[in-house]
């Protein structure tokens, strides 16, 4: 047996009933509550799609930051290294002019873990 339609501009789903006490079901105060829904929503969505480009952008200045900083305290103790050698480095072992061997093995601080760096670069992948 086929259903009966609902006649044309009405919906097939209940009438609201009237409200026991005769009060009003809508509060006065529904723009309120439909405003901090909206902000509520948009707040989500915010958090979900800005929040995470806000992190990562922090995370690369921060770390952009960190290179920056590192490299000037390795290029200051580097110079630092240097200035104690020369200054400590007996006269007896490299002569009065002793800024070269200063030099080198502060270079060779550098050029040693380079050299590891390299060959451990050139290895295949297991």
Request: hydrophobic share 50%.
């Amino acid at each position: 047996m086929a259903r009966p339609e609902a006649p044309r501009g009405t919906s097939r789903t209940a009438s609201p009933r009237p409200h026991a006490g005769g009060s009003d079901p809508h509060p006065a105060d529904w723009p309120a509550q439909a405003a901090d829904q909206i902000e509520r929503v948009v707040g989500l969505v915010r958090d979900n799609t800005t929040g995470k480009a806000i992190t990562i952008a922090r995370g690369l200045v921060l770390g952009m930051f960190a290179v920056f900083a590192g490299t000037l305290v390795v290029l200051f103790l580097s110079i630092t290294a240097v200035r104690f050698l020369v200054a400590y480095l007996p006269e007896t072992a490299a002569g009065e002019q002793h800024v070269w061997l200063a030099h080198g093995i502060v270079g060779m601080l550098f050029v040693i873990p380079g050299l590891w760096l390299l060959r451990r670069a050139s290895r295949p992948l297991p």
